[in-house]
């Protein structure tokens, strides 16, 4: 799907993301594309047709940032609607998180981010990160024994 058509869209969108966390850091990406361009979130994207949820996720991480992971378990389920000036809904996801384990592949920065970073719990603040996402990721911190 086109950022385009994520528009004003007839439904909301399924979207999932992965947290990915390695030794006190989790992996952000830069969003490279509207909705959000510029903002860090987590790596992740919308479901295709047809799509498993654990297939499309390990499709969008490797898409964005060039790794592998393994899907431990969902973390967290939320939406995110964004209504223009008029109260219209501009854009409607909803979105599920999965912790996840990086189990290969190499980092880099692909599809629609302009960067991936492995950022540490405590260097959080200092970034745009997108609504939501910050209580998500410490969430997983709380939680990753829950999920090996």
Do not use: N
């Not at 509207?34 to 987590?42: A, I, T, V, Y």
């Amino acid at each position: 799907m086109a950022p385009d058509d994520r528009r004003y869209p007839s439904r909301p969108l399924v979207g999932v993301g992965a947290v990915i966390l390695e030794r006190g850091r989790v992996l952000m990406a830069q969003r490279g594309k509207q909705p959000f361009e510029g903002w860090w979130s987590l790596p992740g994207g919308l479901l295709e047709l047809g799509e498993a949820l654990a297939d499309g996720l390990r499709r969008e991480v490797r898409e964005e940032t060039g790794l592998e992971v393994q899907p431990l378990g969902v973390l967290e389920v939320f939406e995110r609607i964004v209504r223009d000036a008029a109260g219209a809904p501009e854009y409607h996801y909803v979105l599920i998180d999965y912790i996840c384990r990086a189990t290969g592949g190499t980092l880099r920065a692909g599809d629609d981010v302009c960067a991936v970073e492995w950022v540490r719990r405590r260097d959080l603040a200092a970034l745009q990160i997108t609504e939501g996402t910050p209580a998500v990721i410490e969430k997983a911190f709380r939680d990753r024994r829950k999920f090996r």
